[in-house]
């Protein structure tokens, strides 16, 4: 069965440093998200990709957070200067179409802002 | 008003019996509507979409009242796999899906 790729599946960096997370979407799909999950708490929509640009995103995707689809097959997340409450999990999702379709998640990136 | 909604739990209840979870949306032009599964610390996984008619696969059948603006799902003869958290997951018509906190069942030997 097709899966979504996240590396790295954990990731620890001080505070105000940057990362990047990145995901291999299914290769067939045309629409990206990153959703992310702080311990405890629900699924938060951050942003929606489609046709190499952003298409939708919430109040939590401001400035320090941009997306990229840089060869066509990776999809990353870039959070400029961590702050603590960014620790989190992070969620790639993909599907191939709107509508009907429910997402296929990759296994996630745990990121610990120390 | 919180857009989905779901009660959290959690929910005890011994192997082989039958459980019933609901959600609300608040749009009710939403369109798409999904239960997912979640294991702790895993990522959610696609249990089963609901549709207009309901639908049923196997163990597990989904409902959607988009009158009162609810979905359900139910688990008949409960397994000790079963135990998990339960997404309620709305498309309400954008790009993004809005999703409950979900409902944890531990089924109990």
């Known amino acids: 069965e097709p899966e979504v790729t996240q590396t790295p599946s954990h990731q620890v960096t001080q505070m105000g440093q940057e990362v990047i997370l990145r995901c291999v979407p299914i290769?067939?799909?045309?629409?990206f998200y990153w959703y992310r999950q702080i311990l405890g708490q629900k699924v938060e929509f951050l942003v929606s990709?489609?046709?190499?640009?952003?298409?939708?995103k919430s109040e939590i995707f401001d400035d320090q957070f941009s997306v990229e689809r840089p060869d066509g097959s990776n999809f990353t997340l870039k959070i400029r200067s961590t702050k603590l409450e960014d620790s989190a999990m992070y969620f790639c999702?993909?599907?191939?179409?709107?509508?009907?379709?429910?997402?296929?998640f990759g296994s996630g990136t745990r990121l610990t802002v120390v | 008003r919180k857009e989905v909604e779901q009660d959290p739990g959690p929910f005890n209840v011994p192997e082989g019996a039958t459980v019933a979870f609901n959600c609300t949306y608040s749009?009710?032009?939403?369109?798409?509507f999904f239960w997912y599964r979640q294991d702790c610390r895993k990522e959610p996984k696609l249990l089963m979409s609901?549709?207009?008619s309901g639908n049923e696969d196997g163990r597990f059948t989904a409902q959607l009242n988009r009158a009162s603006q609810y979905i359900s799902l139910l688990i008949r003869d409960s397994k000790l796999s079963d135990s998990a958290t339960y997404l309620c997951?709305?498309?309400?018509?954008?790009?993004?899906?809005?999703f409950g906190t979900g409902t944890s069942l531990t089924v109990i030997p």
């Open positions: 999702a993909s599907i191939p179409d709107r509508g009907i379709y429910g997402y296929t």
């Open positions: 290769s067939n799909h045309l629409y």
């Open positions: 990709f489609y046709n190499n640009e952003i298409s939708e």
């Open positions: 749009n009710s032009a939403s369109q798409s």
């Open positions: 609901v549709y207009s």
């Open positions: 997951v709305v498309n309400m018509g954008g790009n993004q899906f809005y």
